[in-house]
């Protein structure tokens, strides 16, 4: 019996590896393609600290190919998934949507279809605040009305969750659907906001800020993501279901640079740049489903994850 973390060598799921690994007894098996979206060797280095560990079993390959995860979930009895996987970042995928399709949809039937041969206790898919779309009251409740999605990732996001959902009524797949907000902390992707902001700020070079600053993000940290991620492995209630995973005290962009500017101690230099039509508003979770059904509530502030962000940033750029 085994956890399969798909996205293993990613910002999240090389986190969770390490997480599970202290509170629970579980063998783990991690995938991940290496693409080359970011840096593979970034990735390769997030794995680093559990490549030896005993209970941990990384495997190089692509949940897309359907045989292969069949085979996976026979030959390590797999009985609990976290799909962290996907093509992520809104941006490139209003360039390359197909991309998209084929990682995000396709990956998760395949996946799902592999549940459905090799039944498992528990499918949580990792969406994203993206699905809200343009148009959804604030604060995002998960049970009203959605928007429509500002760009491909967020519409192949929810369609990963439809099929999660159908797969649930269907074949009786044990599929929740968690939905991350701004999620943030060490080794966090190179190619968003905060990094790319941190990085600036560090070398001295200017920020690109899209708007005027005011767009605003419910930035969670990577440590209460993967909280809510082990509680939904076993809580009850939550097979069928769309839960948040978020702050809920959403921030403006241009008090992230306030609070980047406080951490490494010098000004940023901004480049105003026009708005995205792909970017939303606001992003802002309300947690009350997360709190009863999973006993959720953030516990890292926004001030401390950045500083603590900062301290990590610095150690690894020097």
């Known amino acids: ?3 399969l973390i798909t996205g293993g060598a990613g910002f999240i799921g090389s986190h969770l590896t390490q997480i599970l690994l202290k509170q629970s007894d579980a063998k783990l098996v991690t995938i991940d393609n290496f693409n080359d979206y970011y840096d593979p060797a970034l990735k390769r280095e997030n794995v680093k600290p559990v490549a030896n560990e005993p209970r941990v079993t990384l495997i190089e390959g692509d949940f897309c190919d359907s045989a292969a995860m069949k085979r996976l979930f026979d030959e390590h009895d797999i009985d609990q998934v976290v799909h962290l996987g996907a093509m992520a970042g809104v941006r490139i995928s209003v360039q390359k949507p197909e991309m998209y399709q084929q990682a995000n949809v396709a990956g998760t039937l395949s996946l799902l279809e592999a549940a459905r041969h090799h039944p498992v206790k528990r499918f949580l898919l990792a969406s994203s605040s993206t699905v809200y779309g343009k148009g959804a009251g604030v604060p995002f409740r998960e049970d009203a009305p ?3 999605p500002a760009s491909p990732y967020g519409a192949t996001k929810r369609a990963a969750e439809l099929l999660c959902l159908t797969y649930h009524q269907l074949h009786g797949v044990p599929a929740a659907c968690l939905r991350p907000f701004s999620v943030y902390g060490p080794r966090l992707r190179p190619d968003l906001a905060l990094t790319i902001f941190a990085k ?3 070398e001295g070079t200017p920020i690109p800020l899209f708007g005027d600053g005011s767009i605003r993000r419910d930035f969670t940290h990577v440590s209460d993501i993967c909280q809510g991620l082990i509680v939904a492995l076993t809580a009850e ?3 069928g279901q769309e839960i948040n995973l978020g702050h809920s005290d959403p921030i403006e962009m241009r008090r992230l640079i306030e609070l980047l500017e406080k951490s490494f101690g010098k000004k940023a230099v901004i480049d105003y740049q026009p708005e995205r039509p792909e970017d939303l508003p606001i992003t802002y979770a309300n947690l009350e489903k997360a709190e009863k059904l999973l006993g959720y509530g953030p516990k890292v502030l926004i001030e401390d994850g950045i500083q603590e962000y900062v301290d990590w940033f ?5």
Do not use: D, E, Q, T
Not at 314 to 318: P, Q
């Open 237 to 239: 209630g939550v097979v």
């Open 146 to 148: 959605l928007g429509i």
């Open 314 to 318: 610095r150690s690894w750029h020097g």
């Open 200 to 202: 600036a700020v560090h």
């Open 1 to 3: 019996m085994a956890i």
